[in-house]
């Protein structure tokens, strides 16, 4: 079952502040965030473990809910290189990463 | 950090035709994951290659359709066969990296095939 992300796409001006969530209807063992640049491969961002642990970009912070099975990435004073559609990717403990169904940012000048 | 080289980057194909996708890491690594990605949409995973075994693959992918190879450590194929304009899409190959104790993946820059 693929995480559902909110919202779909977001427009922001630079400097602003933004949330992606993520909502998964299985148990999470860890919560992974991608950014992918049109006509890009994506990039690792972060990732959050059971326990509250997370490991990743200086800029960005998330946050992980395992009771509620959600995941919250928080982008602040945004800049225009956050542009792209963000990813959560979940690790169900089996190997298999599965991608939620992508937020697409765009930071305006 | 793996580093992936994918070929083709680009191809445009016939309709019936097959097509194969490399990917070389230059490392040693247990599993590699292809992905599909459609027009403005998600990553949706088609199978792990493990070397030595058979593909793994997801639901609604069978072997038939996308035989992978995985003859070694740092090599896999996956093939594209009977193409039908429904799988135009970009696959990506991947791979798990260690960061700072956990598993992440990085990705191949893709390869983004075109059905006509």
């Not at chain 1, 602040?76 to 992508?102: E, N, R, V």
């Not at chain 2, 990553?43 to 290659?49: D, S, V, Y």
């Not at chain 2, 799988?87 to 006509?116: H, K, M, P, Q």
Request: hydrophobic content about 35%.
């Amino acid at each position: 079952q693929q995480p559902v992300q909110s919202p779909q796409a977001v427009i922001l001006r630079e400097g602003e502040d933004a949330v992606i969530n993520c909502s998964s209807s299985k148990a999470l063992y860890s919560v992974h965030w991608y950014r992918q640049k049109h006509g890009e491969a994506p990039v690792f961002l972060m990732i959050l473990l059971k326990g509250g642990e997370q490991k990743g970009h200086d800029k960005i912070s998330a946050s992980f809910n395992e009771k509620k099975q959600q995941s919250s990435l928080y982008l602040t004073a945004s800049q225009l290189s956050y542009s792209g559609t963000y990813f959560c990717g979940t690790g169900s403990g089996t190997y298999k990463y599965i991608f939620g169904t992508g937020t697409r940012l765009k930071v305006l000048a | 950090s793996a580093v992936i080289s994918q070929k083709p980057s680009r191809d445009i194909c016939q309709r019936g035709t097959s097509l194969t996708i490399q990917c070389q890491v230059d490392s040693q690594v247990t599993m590699m994951f292809w992905y599909r990605q459609q027009p403005g949409q998600s990553l949706t995973l088609i199978a792990t290659a493990n070397q030595g075994s058979e593909a793994t693959y997801e639901s609604g992918f069978v072997i038939d359709k996308f035989p992978i190879s995985r003859p070694n450590l740092t090599f896999s194929t996956l093939t594209v066969s009977n193409m039908s304009p429904e799988d135009s899409s970009i696959y990506l190959c991947s791979v798990e990296v260690r960061y700072s104790g956990a598993n992440v993946l990085t990705f191949g820059a893709g390869s983004r095939l075109t059905v006509l």
